[in-house]
């Protein structure tokens, strides 16, 4: 009677380990993160800036068109600040965060850079390897080192139409979620190192970046919601829905846009520089450290005018004529001409006085610079009128308590520092629908191991050490070591709703 009991509890358990993994599996993703230094603004197709280069990139383009352009995408802070999900200041910041997140999660973590290869094959080569690993979930982040010093645009190009091939040759272009990024030069932690990239304007730091996934219930379009590069970390965390595996409390500045992104809500308000400190739409600007003039530069050629007619029939076949075009889902004329206009900077050239108009504007620690970024995004026309001096000095505050004690766990700033801790958890805990469900099942199967546990006592089971299997298979010997495994999802969105409401 015993046994039969027994029997036909661990059919139950066999059926809801099924069901718990094929949920789990469903919403498992790979990562492959691109990222390219110095890839100027209007270096791509879909910021429709400049016209000579409209031609140069129709597998980025239409890679980017297929998901979702991220125009507001600030990338001060660069690779560490991407992997740390920290801003640079940050005290929190563990550079390895991102790289241990999913390799604790049993993915298969590779780093692949240019620049430890005498030759781009070899790279590509090493590439390809890393996408296909049978079975086995992978991180992949792609360094395509400095446009022109290490590699030329036309060849990356090449190189992500083969990864986005390989990936549908291999069949997890479904489940594999890809970024692109630009990002500043590597070297630029300093920013008074050299006066041509020391530039704060806003392409400086305002990066192209876009995001493709399959999962994403929004793509084909352009998204103007506010994101950091410290985001990313997050945001892949609520996309692969997976656990931290640590015992540390882990800190994070970034925000998890994914669920933004998916309903396309704002999450965040306000971005913190080394140099500016943008909020809500208006940026505060110190200028470079060095106090030397603030040239409008970087921005200078970005308007493409609009009796300047470019052939965007032309545009289009191009695009539709990448390589990659028939992996991705089908892609109208409209959705392109709309996504571009809409991807533009438009420096509005036209509504600034042009009697303030300055070539350069001095901004410095003294007497910082105040920009409306919706109507002047190219930083032409400082605000320093009266009516702004208010905004401008309490944005001053802000910034200066920043500087001075970085973020603080009572900070005001919205959503800008996040907290994540929990406790552990060593059973897969999905999401969505089936939690009521699964609640249930997971406490009859708790239910269910309690007996068997007694029975295995009772007939002097001689299993020391019990066994379970994570998300990647792997058997786990539960020890005393695996004991705490946060998650620290629930607690950001908490956050987020809470500092939202308070807005
Ligand atoms: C690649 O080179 C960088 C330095 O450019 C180095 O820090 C890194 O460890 C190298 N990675 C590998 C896998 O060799
Ligand atoms: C992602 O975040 C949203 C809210 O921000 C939350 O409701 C959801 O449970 C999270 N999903 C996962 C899988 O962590």
Known sequence: MMLKLLALLLQLAVIHSAITRSINEASRSNVIIMHVNNLEWSDLGI??????????????????????????????????????????????????????????????????????????????????TAISHDNQLFYISIDFGSLNNDMKLPVIDKVVGKIVEKTHNERVLDNTIIIFLSLPNADDDTIDNDPDSSSPIESHYRRTAFIYSHSL??????????????????????????????????????????????????????????????????????????????????NKGLELSESDNYDFKNYMKFVNNADINSYLDELTEDKVFLMRNRAKVHCNLNDIDTSSFAINIKCSRATPCLFDLQSDPCELDDKH?????????????????????????????HGAHDEHSMTIDPILTPSGGFSA???????????????????????????????????????????????????????ISAQIEKQQTRL
Not at 96 to 110: A, I, K, P, Q
Not at 225 to 246: C, E, F, G, M
Not at 444 to 455: E, G, K, N, P
């Open 437 to 491: 469900f699964l609640t249930l099942m997971i406490t009859l199967f708790v239910f269910i191991f309690m007996l068997i546990f007694v029975a295995c006592i009772k007939e002097r089971c001689n299993s020391r050490r019990s066994v379970y299997v994570d998300k990647s298979k792997k058997i786990i010997y539960k020890d005393e070591s695996d004991a705490t495994v946060s998650n620290g999802v629930s607690t």
């Open 217 to 298: 219930l929004l793509p084909q379009r352009v998204s103007n919601q506010l994101i950091h590069i410290s985001d990313i970390l997050p945001t892949l965390v609520n996309a692969t829905d997976l656990k931290w595996r640590t015992r540390d409390r882990i800190y994070i500045d970034g925000i998890n846009q994914w669920t933004a992104l998916n309903k396309n809500i704002d999450a965040r308000y306000s971005i913190f520089g080394d140099n500016f400190y943008i909020e809500n739409n208006w940026k505060l600007s110190y200028g470079t450290s060095k106090n030397i003039l603030y040239n409008s530069l970087d």
């Open 385 to 413: 009128e009266h009516e702004f001096d208010a905004r401008r000095t309490r944005m001053r505050t802000v910034f200066e308590d920043y500087l001075e004690n970085g973020l603080t766990d009572d900070e005001v700033h």
């Open 47 to 128: 910021h429709h800036n400049k016209r000579e280069n409209e031609n140069l990139t129709p597998n980025i383009d239409r890679l980017a068109y297929g998901g979702i352009i991220l125009n507001h995408f600030y990338a001060n802070g660069g690779i560490k600040s991407l992997n740390s999900g920290c801003y640079q200041r940050s005290s929190y910041g563990n550079p390895n965060l991102m790289r241990t997140y999913f390799e604790r999660n049993g993915y298969h973590v590779n780093s692949l850079s240019i620049k430890n290869y005498t030759n781009s094959e070899d790279f590509i080569r090493n590439i390809m």
